[in-house]
């Protein structure tokens, strides 16, 4: 199973940008799919972007145009590229992995805080 690790979290001011990185290790990377999920305190856990093995991607409605998930194969390296910030955006981001069904590898997650 593949085991996954965020991080590039802070915080940032509203309108700044951040890049998270997923670096992964225990099996071949390029096999799977990976996500970017994240979750507001009180609230539930959210998807994000997703990226396939081919590299096709899908981004929730709150951030298309703003995030872009991207992944480097050689490096066994997801990211998760932020800009344009919103304090709504405001949350733990997790790095989750999956080679079919559910995502079943997640970590430990990274805190994004948005504020002036």
């Known amino acids: 199973q593949l085991q996954v690790v965020e991080s590039g979290g802070g915080l940032v001011q509203p309108g700044g940008s951040l890049r998270l990185s997923c670096a992964a290790s225990?099996?071949?990377?390029?096999?799977?799919?990976m996500a970017w999920y994240r979750q507001a305190p009180g609230k539930q856990r959210e998807l994000v972007a997703v990226?396939?093995?081919?590299?096709?991607?899908n981004y929730a409605d709150s951030v298309k145009g703003r995030f872009t998930i991207s992944r480097d194969n050689a490096k066994n390296t997801v990211y998760l590229q932020m800009n344009s910030l919103k304090p709504e955006d405001t949350a733990v981001y997790y790095c989750?992995?999956?080679?079919?069904?559910?995502?079943?590898?997640w970590g430990q997650g990274t805190q994004v805080t948005v504020s002036s």
């Open positions: 225990g099996s071949i990377f390029s096999r799977y799919a």
């Open positions: 990226i396939t093995i081919g590299s096709s991607t």
């Open positions: 989750a992995a999956r080679i079919g069904g559910a995502y079943d590898s």
